[in-house]
């Protein structure tokens, strides 16, 4: 019983994963797909749901700052559906505003090079949005 953490692009899928306590996050992978592409998106992330026996999914809701959905958040919704419509899955929609600037932070502050950082800030992002959901099943539960 483990959880995922998705952070979704156009062309890129970050990926994190919780230990098997849940209650750590950590990088897993960036799954990369021909852009809007989201069904090849999903094959992969099935291998992983598989893979690590994934019972929860945590998945990154970029709203606005005025709290409203734009492109990107309906972007999101409709990937939850398309995993919930293939996949028995728990999803939940994490809110994700500033996640992006969060990860590019923690990267610039560990002196990774620009090239660096664009290879694995949906993976950091994806680790943020998954601690986001850990801490708060823990509260609430």
């Known amino acids: 019983m483990r959880y995922l953490g998705l952070d979704l692009g156009t062309k890129t899928l970050g990926v ?28 992969e992330l099935e291998k992983v749901i598989n893979e690590y026996k994934i ?6 809701l970029p709203k606005n700052m005025d709290n409203s959905c734009g492109f990107a958040a309906q972007r999101s919704l409709k990937f939850k559906e398309l995993i919930e419509k293939n996949v028995d899955i728990d999803v939940s929609l994490i809110d994700e505003r500033l996640t992006t600037t969060q990860a590019e932070n923690i990267l610039i502050n560990a002196d990774k090079k620009r090239k660096q950082r664009k290879e694995v800030i949906d993976g950091v992002s994806a680790c943020l ?7 708060k099943r823990n509260n609430n539960g």
Request: no cysteine.
């Open 16 to 43: 994190a994963i919780s230990d098997k306590t849940n209650s750590i996050a950590s990088f897993l992978k960036v799954i990369r797909f021909a852009f809007e592409d989201y069904d090849s998106a999903l094959k």
């Open 55 to 60: 019972t929860n999914i945590a998945l990154g």
């Open 129 to 135: 949005i998954l601690e986001s959901y850990i801490r």
